[in-house]
């Protein structure tokens, strides 16, 4: 991917979240003991299922959907995580990583009470059934479409004039 490419894709990403419903959290890993026992559960690449079925299996308070920012890359990605009942936070899925959740910056965009998730996830698809909660689920869901922001041309515009001035 070549560094106009890459810094698009950030922008856009960055850009889609309304900057007005970030708030920045601390996450901490979960205790050894717990994250011992979750540990078998937890799939690489998996947040957003992660965060649910983890969740579930040690009594969380909510699924969190926002950001993890590295600090080391450069890069922010969608993801998911904890809010533990203590109002703590946790991410499972990057504390399976080698490297663990060092390194990066959490920003909350939406908490989604486990025990109302499975009532949430019918209400946005729809069936008997529930699935698991996504980012672009809720970004083209009416009830969350305020927490994200769709003004992409002007961020292009921006990374245009920008990439112009540099060459």
Known sequence: MSALAFEVEQALLLGAFNPQSLV???VDNL???????VSDSVVERGCYRNA??????????????????SECFGLAIEHAWIKLVDGSYCDPTYQSL???????????????????????????????KPRIINMHDLR????????????MLKKLTELRAKNESIA
């Open 140 to 151: 083209i869901n009416i009830k969350y479409r305020r927490m994200f922001q769709f003004d």
């Open 98 to 128: 080698e490297g663990g959740i060092g390194g990066f910056e959490y920003y909350k965009l939406i908490e989604i009470p486990i025990d109302e998730y499975v009532a949430e996830s019918l209400r946005i698809f729809g069936g008997t």
């Open 31 to 37: 205790d050894p003991d717990t994250f011992e026992y």
């Open 52 to 69: 649910i079925v983890i969740g579930e299996m040690i009594g969380a308070d909510a699924v969190v959907f926002g950001a993890a920012y």
């Open 24 to 26: 920045r959290v601390e």
